[in-house]
């Protein structure tokens, strides 16, 4: 056998409870070409017991045991071991429809494919379902205002060039936006992004998910905002990728800061303000109309509210 066309990487911590149904879905796929790398991230339940099951069965599954460092530092040592063409992120208590994997003949050159999500409640009530039309992006433009206007920008919904990735690894203690600075840092290398409607991604929502933690890393964010923007600023390689990025940086901010502002501490308002003086209104111009007018709301107003 050849190298895997996909390498799906999968940070384990603590979800025995969910695990085997995220990799049974793996081994339903049509597509067989894959590796599937097993981080275990310091797990203290059964999880590391089940990823050591699936590689003895299964040659084509992974399994790294190491340390808690979080899904940053789990995705990396991925990272660090993938060989196939596409890179797939997976959580561990997720699940991929069978023709997830399925990788349409004309979009084999594509630097990233995007699928369809479905997201379900626990209780397995599904809350909503993405309609995907097939199309591509071919620009830098093009893809930053797709991105900027997205309210969830996630990766596991996206196959990824691994040519694409190159280097760039993400960026460790990140706890909440790890994709979203992720992306902003290989968007110079995004070409030809593509939208695929062959397969769904199904995420599920957990109480015990990132999404219900946001209010404890409220001063990670504002943070990683300032450190962020400072690496964009320094993008040479397109005349409007500073522009795109920061409006990655802002509509990102916008989206998870302004709507926990009644949480701030008086610290933490300060650096929200500090944050506002930043906001350049002239690197909106990629956003739809309706976020625009909301940032510049916030610009305003911000600072005398806060």
Known sequence: MGEPKITIIIPVYNTEKYLRKCLDSILTQHEQ????ILVDDGSTDGSGIICDEFAQSDSRFLVVHKQNGGVSSARNVGLEMAVGKWVSFIDSDDEIS???LTIPIQYEDADIIQKADIWVYSNGVKIKKTVINDHYLTSHREVGNYWINRTNNYLAVRLIARECIGDTRFLIGVKISEDFLFFTSILHNVNRYAFSSVGHYYYYQR?????????DDIREDIRITFEHLNIVRTYECH????????????GYFMKTLWRRRSYLTPEERKCFKAILSEMRLGSLSLCKPKIKLGMMIVKIIGQYIM
Not at 33 to 36: I, L
Not at 207 to 215: C, D, L, R, T, V
Request: with cysteine; aromatic share 18%; proline share 4%.
């Open 33 to 36: 070409s894959f590796e599937v």
């Open 98 to 100: 069978p023709d997830f």
């Open 207 to 215: 109480e015990n998910s990132a999404m219900y933690k946001f209010k």
């Open 239 to 250: 005349s409007n990728m500073v522009e795109i990025c920061e409006n990655l940086v802002f």
